[in-house]
């Protein structure tokens, strides 16, 4: 009969402990944290986007040495402001210049890109741009095919 009893009384202490425990997790619940997670998850939400309406540019056939220059147009897809923070190419031959000041919501940029002409034959650089998007860096192309100065252009023999 002891047995049973001190059986009990361990099943009625335990099950007071995991009803009580429930008890005191409600309560650590602060509305403030919740508050703070939903404005945290709502602005996890507002992300800037880099669109470009091209991401490569054919310079075609030119002479080496002759500086060439294009312009990559991108607008702001996203409902944040969007930050470009670097813009580095493959090579010393090629300069990025991106917009220094953050493109708002809806908003166009234009991102400069300076090809000095050096290389022969097909040539291709790439410039990668970071930025505070979701994917973090966009990838832009250059190409050309570089021939010496003078030379007969390549094309189809006659």
């Keep these: 009969m002891k047995k049973i009893t001190t059986i009990f009384s361990l099943i ?7 009803v009580s425990c429930k008890d005191k997790a409600s309560e650590k619940i602060v509305a403030d944290n919740v508050e703070s997670a939903v404005n945290r998850d709502e602005a996890d939400k507002m992300v800037p986007v880099m669109t470009f309406e091209k ?4 310079f075609g056939t030119i002479e080496r040495g002759a ?15 969007l930050i470009i923070t670097d813009a580095k190419s493959s090579c010393g031959c090629t300069v990025p210049n991106p917009p ?5 919501p809806g908003e166009t940029g234009e991102l400069t890109v300076r090809f000095n002409g050096s290389g022969q034959n097909q040539v291709t650089k790439t410039i990668t741009v970071t930025a505070n998007t979701a994917k973090g860096s966009e990838l832009l192309r250059i190409k050309a095919f570089v021939q010496a100065p003078g030379a007969v252009p390549a094309g189809p023999v006659k």
């Design 67 to 81: 500086a060439q220059e294009t312009v990559f147009t991108f607008t702001n897809t996203g409902n944040a402001p």
């Design 100 to 104: 220094k000041e953050p493109i708002a």
């Design 55 to 58: 991401t490569e540019h054919d």
């Design 12 to 18: 009625m202490v335990v099950a007071l402990t995991s």
